[in-house]
């Protein structure tokens, strides 16, 4: 390379370091930019407008697609809809309604509480004593209640 080139090379070195900074700042900066004023905020307050209500809040009914998780307690106070199979201590349910544990019958006076494991249930008839009556066949505890107080 002829040094002429090689001396003016070095020369401009600093004029094309600085362009290409001042490039880059001001692509940064137009970026941010359009990024701000690209968001939209809603056009009214919560559950109006464009915005979906939280799923704590208000009086209607709401429903929310995918999974729910409760981290403290979960507690209806009014009626409660099941259309699939109800676990508990289950994550896998079988049935409309699948126990892993035992159960705990609370009538007004009276308590009556069984802990069985599947298989492991005696044969026989079990008084609940409040129209309620429990019986095993030898595999699956079973349970007919007349009424509940």
Request: glycine residues 12%; charged residues 15%; positive net charge.
């Amino acid at each position: 390379m002829p040094e002429r080139i090689k001396k003016s090379l070095i020369q401009s070195l600093p004029v094309i370091v600085i362009s290409v900074l001042t490039s880059v700042i001001v692509n940064s900066v137009l970026m941010i930019v359009f990024m701000v004023y690209a968001w939209t905020e809603p056009s009214q307050a919560p559950p109006g407008g464009n915005v979906p209500a939280p799923i704590n809040v208000g009086p209607f009914t709401q429903y929310k697609a995918g999974a729910l998780g409760i981290g403290g307690v979960f507690r209806v106070y009014n009626n409660a809809y099941f259309d699939g199979n109800v676990g508990i201590g289950t994550t896998n349910p079988q049935a409309k309604l699948d126990v892993n544990g035992g159960i705990k019958f609370i009538s007004p006076g009276t308590t009556w509480t069984q802990d069985y494991k599947y298989g492991d249930c005696p044969a026989g008839y079990y008084a609940c004593g409040f129209d309620c009556t429990g019986w095993c066949d030898g595999e699956k505890m079973r349970l007919k209640c007349c009424a509940f107080y």
